[in-house]
């Protein structure tokens, strides 16, 4: 059974920083794709970062382009999403998933096999 637990969301000033962390256990995690999600009260879940299974290869939705970084680290089955320069509009319980079968980058959920419980975040104005 595969597991992915999500932490290291909270509350944060606008223009402060979080490390999100998603801690894999039950199969090979090295070997395929992982991604972030979000979804904020009353919306839609939306894509936010992906990354390939070797950690080479990354993608981001253009909202958070440049502010958002996905790292992983298959040693420690672990993938990361550093957001840094927060607005009140990243607030949204994250979540991060895996594939059965995608090792390359992808941002369409469906491609996504197994997911985390979220974690909040939430940015102050």
């Known amino acids: 059974q595969v597991q992915l637990v999500e932490s290291g969301g909270g509350l944060v000033q606008a223009g402060g920083s979080l490390r999100l962390s998603c801690a894999a256990s039950g199969r090979t995690f090295s070997s395929y794709a992982m991604g972030w999600f979000r979804q904020a009260p009353g919306k839609e879940r939306e894509f936010v970062a992906t990354?390939?299974?070797?950690?080479?290869?990354?993608y981001y939705a253009d909202s958070v382009k440049g502010r958002f970084t996905i790292s992983r680290d298959n040693a420690k089955n672990t993938v990361y999403l550093q957001m840094s320069s927060l607005k009140p509009e990243d607030t949204a319980v994250y979540y991060c998933?895996?594939?059965?079968?995608?090792?390359?980058?992808?941002?369409?959920?469906?491609?996504?096999?197994?997911w985390g419980q979220g974690t909040q975040v939430t940015v102050s104005s």
């Open positions: 990354i390939n299974w070797s950690g080479g290869s990354t």
């Open positions: 998933a895996t594939s059965r079968t995608i090792f390359r980058t992808t941002a369409r959920a469906y491609e996504y096999d197994y």
